[in-house]
């Protein structure tokens, strides 16, 4: 059963619970703010558009998926080969790969206001959107950032920062190759920033300047098409398997087949995986079919080569490409989206985020009951460091009521909350105080709120069960 259901604990009938969709934006974006998720990008500055920093448990939550795409696409498979190429390349790679010349979107810009808009986004190019005015001539306008390497800034000293990770693959091919000697079919992979001064940054972190993709290049064999064929499908297979730890539903995930006019220049076939983030259904993540294309740009623009050697059939070709390709902030967008619930209605309303517990930035929090009561003090600080040593990602809470504890951590996404109160020191008290319940802790759980009694001997595996 998907979904989030509670048990009543009396009469153990189960409901699903009113757990909508992030309904907007806003309450995502203050969440992310309040939190610690994400902040404006030197923000107290007034920002930089397009331009956002991850705070401490934004930052766990993206080392968290970045650690579950390393895992499944590049250490538990036998042919994949991780990479960290340099973010600025020599600037003959763009030119090389076409960005130069073609990696442009259409600008207008009001003749009154001097705002530019990226005229695709337009529904009327006529019209400024923002005052009214008459908009300019569209024209295209080249998105990677200039920066100048080495003491003078002169035309020979410019240079690019990158607007894909997948270049710093494919220049690479030849040393892997060399290095490793891999049987075709096999896949660079690599993870980092990449750059581009977008006309219209918008909505959050999903259209900004500055990000982050996972990328794969995957080389086949193109003399066997029926192959090429399985490895696209399989792959694409792979990215919804991905999706679906990352607890994204199927129903917010559109497969969009794109029409030859819209493919970028080197695809043959473009899938793109749209989701319906709160503003919209957008692109998600893609897989393109990039043929032969980058290595044959590169063999030209290099004069080296990068062909394969075939050494059972003793043929020499240029292996073809297919490319997934993941946009980390689109992903942490979705996951935040997807994971956010609302139980109840008004003041009583209790948020919290449902996220898979491998994501989240906090497993546990432990508290004592009573935060003056030294015996419980002592005992829940030696759980909480045993518990710290253990999984790292523990959070020690002893501010206001247990209640309030919870809606904080609800709040932030933390799957099991720890309390050490009167049973647990089996100690008689006004609070209850069954000596059968010594050495043992509630753990209460984020998606239910359900409580149960752990023995302390047994809440590492107890929790290790069901982080994984
Ligand atoms: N190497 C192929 C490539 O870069 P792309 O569709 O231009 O293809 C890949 O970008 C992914 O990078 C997108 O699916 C998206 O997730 C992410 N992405 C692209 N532009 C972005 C931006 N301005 N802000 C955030 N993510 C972006």
């Known amino acids: 059963r998907s979904g989030i259901y509670r048990r009543c604990r009396s009469c153990a009938t189960i409901t699903a619970m009113n757990t909508p969709k992030a309904t907007s934006m806003e309450q995502l974006i203050s969440l992310c703010k309040r939190r610690g998720f994400i902040y404006q990008g030197s923000e107290i500055y007034g920002g930089l558009a397009g331009t956002w920093d991850y705070g401490p448990l934004g930052v766990a939550l993206k080392r968290n998926i970045q650690n579950a795409w390393w895992k499944m696409f590049v250490t538990s498979r036998e042919d994949m080969y991780g990479v960290d190429a340099a973010i600025i390349m020599n600037p003959n790679v763009w030119k090389a790969s076409g960005h130069v010349a073609g990696?442009?979107?259409?600008?207008?810009?009001?003749?009154?206001?001097?705002?530019?808009?990226?005229?695709?986004?337009?529904?009327?190019?006529?019209?400024?959107?923002?005052?009214?005015?008459?908009?300019?001539?569209?024209?295209?306008?080249?998105?990677?950032?200039?920066t100048s390497v080495g003491a003078l800034e002169t035309e020979d000293s410019t240079a690019y920062l990158r607007p894909e990770t997948a270049q710093g693959m494919f220049v690479?091919?030849?040393?892997?190759?060399?290095?490793?000697?891999?049987?075709?079919?096999?896949g660079l992979a690599q993870q980092g920033k990449a750059f581009r001064n977008e006309i219209s940054p918008r909505d959050f972190v999903f259209r900004s300047r500055e990000f982050e993709q996972?990328?794969?290049?995957?080389?086949?064999?193109?003399?066997?098409?029926?192959?090429?064929?399985?490895?696209?499908?399989?792959?694409?297979?792979?990215?919804?398997?991905?999706?679906?730890?990352?607890?994204?539903?199927?129903?917010?995930?559109?497969?969009?087949?794109?029409?030859?006019s819209d493919r970028a220049h080197y695809s043959k076939r473009s899938i793109?995986?749209?989701?319906?983030?709160?503003?919209?259904?957008?692109?998600?993540?893609?897989?393109?079919?990039?043929?032969?294309y980058?290595?044959?740009?590169?063999?030209?623009?290099?004069?080296?080569?990068?062909?394969?050697?075939?050494?059972?059939?003793?043929?020499?070709?240029?292996?073809?490409?297919i490319e997934p390709t993941f946009g980390i902030d689109r992903l942490i967008l979705a996951v935040l989206s997807e994971s956010y619930k609302v139980e109840g209605e008004g003041d009583e309303a209790r948020v919290f985020l449902a996220f898979p517990p491998a994501l989240a930035p906090v497993k546990v929090c432990v508290s004592p009951l009573?935060?003056?009561?030294?015996?419980?003090?002592?005992?829940a600080q030696g759980l909480f460091s045993s518990l710290k040593k253990r999984f790292g990602a523990v959070a020690w809470d002893d501010n206001g009521n247990v209640g309030k504890r919870y809606r904080r951590q609800d709040e932030i996404g933390t799957p099991f909350c720890v309390v050490v109160d009167f049973d647990t020191l089996g100690e008689p008290s006004a609070q209850a105080g069954n000596p059968?319940?010594?050495?043992?802790?509630?753990?209460?759980?984020?998606?239910?709120?359900?409580?149960?009694?752990?023995?302390?001997?047994?809440?590492?595996?107890?929790?290790?069960?069901?982080?994984?």
């Open 103 to 146: 990696f442009s979107d259409p600008l207008v810009e009001c003749t009154k206001c001097k705002r530019r808009f990226r005229a695709d986004h337009l529904d009327n190019v006529t019209t400024c959107p923002e005052c009214g005015g008459t908009l300019g001539e569209s024209r295209q306008f080249n998105m990677m950032f200039k």
């Open 172 to 186: 690479n091919f030849k040393n892997v190759v060399d290095s490793f000697y891999p049987d075709l079919p096999f």
């Open 214 to 260: 996972m990328e794969i290049e995957y080389f086949v064999d193109p003399r066997d098409e029926e192959l090429v064929g399985k490895v696209f499908d399989e792959l694409f297979d792979e990215q919804m398997k991905f999706l679906s730890t990352l607890g994204i539903s199927k129903d917010n995930i559109h497969k969009i087949e794109v029409p030859e």
């Open 272 to 292: 793109d995986t749209e989701y319906d983030f709160p503003f919209g259904q957008k692109e998600l993540l893609g897989l393109a079919y990039r043929t032969d």
């Open 294 to 321: 980058d290595l044959n740009a590169h063999i030209k623009g290099s004069g080296e080569d990068l062909s394969y050697f075939d050494e059972e059939k003793k043929e020499r070709f240029v292996p073809h490409c």
């Open 370 to 379: 009573l935060k003056n009561k030294i015996e419980l003090v002592e005992k």
């Open 436 to 468: 059968e319940l010594l050495d043992t802790v509630t753990v209460r759980h984020r998606d239910t709120g359900e409580q149960e009694r752990v023995a302390i001997g047994d809440l590492e595996k107890y929790i290790e069960e069901r982080i994984k």
